[in-house]
C-alpha cells in the first residue's frame, strides 16, 4: 500500500537536515539583497534558528517555534519593520532559490511555495513606495 498521502512535508524533503539547508540558503540569499538586507541586524544567527524553528513545526516536523517563543504572532511580530509587497516578492525569491540550492523540488516544493507565498502577503504592512502598474 501506498502511504506517501500521509507523510508530512518536513519528512517529505528529508526532516532536520534539508530544513537547515534551506534555511542557510535562504538567508545567504537575504543577505545579498538590497532590498531585504537592510531590514535585519547584522548577524543572522537569532533569526536563522528562529526561521529554522518556525518552519520546521509550519511544515509538520517537531514543535519547535512554539517550545522556545511561544505563540507565533508572526504578523505582529513584523510590524516593527515596513514591510511592502516588494519586500513580500524579494523574501519569496530568495526562498524560490533556496529550494532549488537544497534540492526540494516537484509536489513539496509546491505546497511549500504556496504556503509561504501567503504568509509572506500576509506580513505586508505598509505601501509600497511606487504605485504598482497594471502590466
Ligand atoms: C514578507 C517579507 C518578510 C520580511 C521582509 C521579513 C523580515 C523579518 C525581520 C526583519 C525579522 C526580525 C529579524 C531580527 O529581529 O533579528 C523577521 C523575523 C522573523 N520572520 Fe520574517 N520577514 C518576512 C516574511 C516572513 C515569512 C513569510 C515568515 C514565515 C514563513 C517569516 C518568519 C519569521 C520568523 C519566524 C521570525 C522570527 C520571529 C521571532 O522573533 O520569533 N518571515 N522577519
Partial sequence: MDNSQFTTVYDAI????TMRRLIDE????VEKNALLRPL???????????QFWFQS???GGPKLYSENRGQPMLRARHLP????KAHARAWLGCMK???AAAGISGP???AMMSR??????????QEDEEPEVDR
Fill in 97 to 99: 532559490e533556496a529550494m
Fill in 57 to 59: 513545526q509550519l511544515f
Fill in 81 to 84: 519593520f515596513p514591510i511592502t
Fill in 14 to 17: 528529508g526532516g532536520e537536515p
Fill in 26 to 29: 535562504f538567508y545567504a540569499r
Fill in 108 to 110: 513539496a516544493a509546491e
Fill in 116 to 125: 509561504l507565498t501567503s504568509t509572506a502577503f500576509h506580513m505586508v504592512n
Fill in 40 to 50: 535585519f541586524p547584522e548577524s543572522f544567527d537569532e533569526v536563522r534558528e528562529r
